[in-house]
């Protein structure tokens, strides 16, 4: 896509999107040694993980003449390495202090104060200043430039950590069962640090006398505490520790206090719970979360990392700017379109903002739209990305393991309100784009849609197949996602090999090897390296060997592109543009081999899977912390507790307990990953939900996962409304508002999903086997379908229009405060009408009137007047608009803005 000076003099460069993501996400820019530390432990990191996804816990390798050699690991080992990878990576990228908190900014007027009082030259003074210069030095990192000691200690005790559950696994077995103080001391496991427990035992702490696990699991919480503080906040931290110290002296709640009295729980001791805490994976740091971290969550990160480090993320910006970017408004409407496009790569609403919002944004307030309207729209889109299917964030893999459900029926379950979002913030641009006489694109600018889509066909390909794994062949999601990632690899292989000389023999290759294949199951029943070495048996049918050859095609495709790079290293690549980053690093790591493709292919490989670590740390520390807080509910007993004492705070109201829902979403999720709040509130909040009334368990943890997402752009800590405001240098706090005002859908959809559960394409209530995704039965039977799925969703779209002009105050023509409210009527009656009158049940069953309960009837009933209403306000407002003047256009071509 070309972009005229203006434009480009707006766009921020590579560097100032990395740098904006960095202050952002409070990392540091490393440089020499230690940025080449953090990339091997970033590449161990995807390695691990990859290794997992492939072959599962059992590391074996076969070895000439030794055989298969390795071992096997158990859960919670897996679990701790990968947990400890994210610690290192950490302590590596995220600084202690910067000296500008609250605590650094106090202590930095301790020197002065003592200078002003005992003088300059008072020896006071100097060891005053000598510690300041100590702490600083060991601490500090004002820069955020350089890995400091403090760092490398934190470092060392994770690493110990990760050695006790390798190397000690039978002594934490046999504590599980007999208790922490069953384990050895300090002294006996490691003779040399036996000197040092003495001495701190002799200042009153019994160092000498407690298990090395217990000081370890001290050690390790800590550490996820630290960890958390550095990458997620203090805020988290101390909700975290508050539940840590909850589960020690909760007993002290007495049982008689009002309210609070069901949270008084039975004495605990620091063994047990550093045991349920630390040695557990059904709960605490290594429970669920950071099972499906494992499972789920990195692999799909890594998944994403490989598609952008290819280049997909410009192609697909291009792409939605080809397809729209020409219509009224179409900088806008290209902006949605290419953030849903990269919510489907990134993981993080903030890494999306900066990453499409550096291109798209400018290009809109080219157009016209104003500064803060550019950024919330791109941020109101990149939230979007974390649930919209395929690949939605990393609470959609909880989802699959909270409720049972299967990761394709909660990406069809997600799809309807994802799309009803998605056309919601379209409305909005659009309506904006009319108010205002917003334009698009001159043609001559964009990308010819369909030479477009033929030179990048292929990037399309990893997302199909994964729809093809998930939901034709039904495959686990790990398996799915590692054979889309070597579809990825193998494709951009292949088309980094491929070019008008080369074609030929690449594709004779590649056939050829797949025939040889094939014969070698048909004939011997083993590949062909395996036939080659004599280890065959009986052959295949030939239907069979074909499907046994066809799962080897993507590592045939990668062994003969790779070999074409090899002796073909400076011919061209046509149809590949790698992402900037893989440019950027080939050139300075190896500047004399930059242009050689296939050093540059093995650079991409190397990068994105050092891209998908650093992003990855974030989530894993995110789902050990957070995995905490149900753990303790879970030993502590306080669940069943927790769930009476929010029914009754509710009065048994669906309605109010879904409003407590979703104000506790936005307010805990305010700065905070989507995932931890999610995590949070569906250990507390789920089951009452689900028990206050007869609604699919799914439905209840969409509805959490939906208004975590909101957070991310409700002010005063909108994130990723604050990540837009940087690139389009408008107010961070309009800019939130703004945002939040454009996804007001995304806080309806949810009550209207709970309330018509057939939106999700789901029937049935509860969770499990009482719950299914329709099937063509379900659609045939039409006393069902017809009132309770097909009209709830189209009524959601033509609600989700409604809101258009409540917001914008546009359509057709100017829209009044009177009609504004009128049309936020209309809109809430068309999505959700249970909202009114399901608190009308409420009140008068209380009171102990009484009122037939035919909640259809009712629900179909404020549907159409809502429909009526909608209808009445369009004709009004569509006769206006022929009587009166049109605005004037502000940007784009006099036809754009006629369309």
């Given amino acids: 896509m070309t972009t005229n000076t203006d434009t480009e003099t707006e766009e921020l460069t590579e560097e100032e999107k990395q740098k904006l993501l960095q202050e952002l996400e409070r990392k540091r820019s490393l440089r020499g040694p230690a940025a080449v530390v953090v990339a091997v432990v970033g590449i161990l990191f995807s390695a691990y993980q990859m290794w997992i996804a492939a072959r599962g816990f059992e590391f074996e390798v076969m070895l000439p003449g030794l055989g298969e050699v390795g071992f096997a690991l158990q859960q919670l080992q897996?679990?701790?390495?990968?947990?400890?990878?994210?610690?290192?990576?950490?302590?590596?990228?995220?600084?202690?202090?910067?000296?500008?908190?609250?605590?650094?900014?106090?202590?930095?007027?301790?020197?002065?104060?003592?200078?002003?009082?005992?003088?300059?030259?008072?020896?006071?003074?100097?060891?005053?200043?000598?510690?300041?210069?100590?702490?600083?030095w060991i601490a500090g990192d004002p820069e955020r430039n350089r890995v400091t000691p403090l760092d490398v200690v934190f470092i060392l005790f994770s690493l110990a950590t990760g050695q006790y559950m390798l190397t000690q696994f039978d002594e934490i077995q046999r504590m599980r069962a007999l208790g922490l103080d069953a384990g050895r001391t300090v002294g006996e496991i490691h003779w040399y640090l036996a000197p040092i427990a003495d001495a701190i035992s002799l200042v009153g702490i019994p160092l000498n006398e407690v298990s090395w696990a217990f000081v370890l699991g001290v050690a390790g919480v800590l550490l996820v505490l630290e960890a958390t503080r550095r990458t997620l906040g203090l805020y988290l931290m101390l909700i975290v520790s508050s539940f840590i110290v909850y589960?020690?002296?909760?007993?002290?709640?007495?049982?008689?206090?009002?309210?609070?009295?069901?949270?008084?729980?039975?004495?605990?001791?620091?063994?047990?719970?550093?045991?349920?805490?630390?040695?557990?994976?059904?709960?605490?740091?290594?429970?669920?979360?950071?099972?499906?971290?494992?499972?789920?969550?990195?692999?799909?990160?890594?998944?994403?990392?490989?598609?952008?480090?290819?280049?997909?993320?410009?192609?697909?910006?291009?792409?939605?700017?080809?397809?729209?970017?020409?219509?009224?408004?179409?900088?806008?409407?290209?902006?949605?379109?290419?953030?849903?496009?990269?919510?489907?790569?990134?993981?993080?609403?903030?890494?999306?903002?900066?990453?499409?919002?550096?291109?798209?944004?400018?290009?809109?307030?080219?157009?016209?739209?104003?500064?803060?309207?550019?950024?919330?729209?791109?941020?109101?889109?990149?939230?979007?990305?974390?649930i919209l299917p395929p690949v939605m964030g990393a609470a959609a893999f909880l989802i699959v393991e909270y409720t049972g459900t299967p990761y394709s029926d909660v990406i069809t379950a997600a799809a309807i309100p994802a799309i009803v979002f998605f056309f919601g913030v379209w409305v909005m641009v659009h309506l904006e784009a009319s108010r205002v006489g917003i334009g698009g694109i001159d043609p001559s600018e964009l990308v010819n849609l369909g030479s477009h889509l033929k030179r990048g066909w292929f990037y399309l390909v990893p997302l199909g197949l994964l729809l093809y794994y998930?939901?034709?062949?039904?495959?686990?999601?790990?398996?799915?996602?590692?054979?889309?990632?070597?579809?990825?690899?193998?494709?951009?292989?292949?088309?980094?090999?491929?070019?008008?000389?080369?074609?030929?023999?690449?594709?004779?290759?590649?056939?050829?090897?797949?025939?040889?294949?094939?014969?070698?199951?048909?004939?011997?029943?083993?590949?062909?390296?395996?036939?080659?070495?004599?280890?065959?048996?009986?052959?295949?049918?030939?239907?069979?060997?074909?499907?046994?050859?066809?799962?080897?095609?993507?590592?045939?495709?990668?062994?003969?592109?790779?070999?074409?790079?090899?002796?073909?290293?400076?011919?061209?690549?046509?149809?590949?543009?790698?992402?900037?980053?893989?440019?950027?690093?080939?050139?300075?790591?190896?500047?004399?081999?930059?242009?050689?493709?296939?050093a540059k292919f093995t650079t991409f490989i190397v990068k994105s899977m050092d891209s998908g670590a650093r992003t990855a740390t974030t989530v894993v520390i995110a789902v050990a912390a957070a995995g905490i807080i149900p753990?303790?509910?879970?030993?502590?007993?306080?669940?069943?507790?927790?769930?009476?004492?929010?029914?009754?705070?509710?009065?048994?109201?669906?309605?109010?307990?879904?409003?407590?829902?979703?104000?506790?979403?936005?307010?805990?999720?305010?700065?905070?990953?989507?995932?931890?709040?999610?995590?949070?509130?569906?250990?507390?909040?789920?089951?009452p939900i689900s028990q206050a009334a007869a609604i699919p368990i799914?439905?209840?943890?969409?509805?959490?996962?939906?208004?975590?997402?909101?957070?991310?752009?409700?002010?005063?800590?909108?994130?990723?409304?604050?990540?837009?405001?940087?690139?389009?240098?408008?107010?961070?706090?309009?800019?939130?508002?703004?945002?939040?005002?454009?996804?007001?859908?995304k806080a309806i959809v949810p009550f209207a999903f709970v309330l018509s559960p057939g939106i999700l394409l789901i029937r049935g209530v509860g969770d499990g086997d009482d719950v299914n995704v329709l099937t063509l039965a379900d659609v045939a039977d039409l006393g069902f379908f017809i009132p309770e799925v097909l009209i709830p969703i189209v009524c959601v779209f033509v609600g989700v229009l409604a809101l258009g002009p409540t917001i914008i105050g546009y359509f057709y023509t100017h829209v009044g405060r009177t009609e504004r409210v009128l049309f936020a009527v209309s809109a809430l009656l068309l999505m959700a009408p249970a909202l009114v009158f399901t608190p009308v049940f409420t009140l008068l069953s209380l009171s102990g009137g009484g009122i037939a309960d035919n909640t259809l009837v009712y629900d179909l009933g404020l549907r159409a007047v809502g429909a009526v209403l909608f209808g009445i306000l369009t004709l009004k407002n569509r006769d206006s608009s022929k009587r009166g003047d049109q605005p004037s256009p502000v940007g784009g071509s006099a036809e754009a803005t006629a369309e």
Wanted: no cysteine; glycine share 10%.
């Fill in 78 to 136: 897996i679990n701790a390495i990968h947990v400890v990878f994210a610690l290192v990576l950490t302590f590596l990228l995220f600084p202690a202090s910067t000296g500008d908190g609250f605590v650094s900014r106090r202590l930095k007027a301790i020197p002065p104060a003592v200078r002003d009082r005992a003088g300059k030259d008072s020896p006071v003074t100097g060891a005053v200043e000598g510690l300041r210069a100590a702490v600083a």
């Fill in 247 to 386: 589960a020690r002296y909760g007993y002290l709640i007495p049982l008689d206090a009002p309210f609070v009295g069901v949270l008084s729980i039975q004495p605990g001791q620091w063994s047990s719970i550093i045991t349920d805490l630390w040695y557990n994976t059904n709960n605490g740091v290594f429970g669920i979360p950071v099972t499906v971290s494992v499972q789920f969550i990195y692999i799909f990160i890594l998944f994403g990392a490989f598609l952008e480090m290819s280049g997909a993320g410009q192609w697909f910006i291009d792409l939605a700017y080809g397809a729209t970017g020409s219509r009224k408004g179409g900088p806008a409407k290209a902006s949605i379109l290419s953030s849903g496009f990269m919510g489907t790569i990134s993981g993080s609403s903030i890494a999306n903002t900066v990453t499409t919002g550096a291109f798209t944004i400018p290009l809109m307030k080219r157009s016209g739209y104003r500064a803060e309207f550019a950024g919330a729209v791109e941020a109101s889109a990149s939230s979007g990305g974390q």
């Fill in 470 to 598: 998930l939901i034709v062949a039904r495959l686990s999601v790990a398996r799915s996602a590692w054979f889309t990632i070597v579809a990825i690899i193998a494709l951009i292989a292949l088309m980094a090999a491929y070019n008008e000389r080369t074609r030929l023999p690449l594709f004779a290759a590649i056939s050829g090897l797949f025939v040889a294949e094939t014969a070698a199951f048909l004939v011997t029943g083993v590949d062909l390296v395996s036939a080659v070495t004599g280890t065959g048996g009986a052959g295949l049918a030939p239907l069979a060997a074909v499907e046994a050859a066809a799962g080897t095609l993507g590592t045939i495709i990668l062994f003969v592109s790779f070999a074409t790079l090899l002796f073909s290293p400076k011919s061209g690549s046509p149809l590949l543009d790698y992402d900037d980053q893989v440019d950027d690093t080939a050139e300075s790591l190896i500047p004399n081999l930059a242009d050689n493709k296939a």
């Fill in 631 to 687: 753990g303790v509910i879970s030993v502590t007993g306080l669940g069943p507790n927790l769930t009476a004492l929010l029914l009754d705070i509710s009065g048994g109201s669906l309605v109010l307990l879904l409003v407590i829902t979703a104000i506790s979403s936005i307010i805990l999720g305010m700065g905070m990953p989507t995932t931890v709040t999610y995590i949070i509130l569906v250990s507390m909040l789920a089951a």
């Fill in 698 to 745: 799914l439905a209840a943890h969409l509805f959490i996962l939906y208004f975590g997402v909101i957070a991310d752009i409700t002010p005063p800590v909108a994130v990723a409304a604050y990540a837009a405001s940087g690139v389009a240098k408008s107010d961070p706090f309009e800019t939130g508002v703004e945002a939040f005002s454009l996804s007001l859908n």
